[in-house]
């Protein structure tokens, strides 16, 4: 979300509780204004939250990246706080992620959103 986002606090707190049991970590990031060299934009929220994410993680006492040379595989996926993902969306990218082979280090899943009034 960015820095500005109204209730930000209160739209995080529902967000971790509905989803934060499903994952073995779930990160709700704030992207601050003005930061130096930043473009706003998608790319740039995107960009501080993977950063804040990897952050996060390396500091995590319980969690492997960078530790012993373990070989650590992550699933990442990404959206707004008013993201609408399919029923499946999740279930399909586990099972796109088991057919992977080891020379494919990148997967991108593009979701598409349907919202109903």
Partial sequence: MEEGTPDKEKKKKILHDKYESQFDRFIVTFH???LPGDIPGK???FNY???QAVKQLRLDKNYPLDKFGNK???LVTTGDCDSIFGERYF???EEDYWKLTAEVTIMILLAIFL???
Avoid: G, I, Q
Wanted: glycine content about 0%.
């Fill in 32 to 34: 601050p204004k003005n």
């Fill in 72 to 74: 650590v595989e992550l």
């Fill in 115 to 117: 919202l109903t009034s």
């Fill in 43 to 45: 790319c740039s929220n």
């Fill in 91 to 93: 279930d399909a990218m």
């Fill in 49 to 51: 939250a993977s950063r």
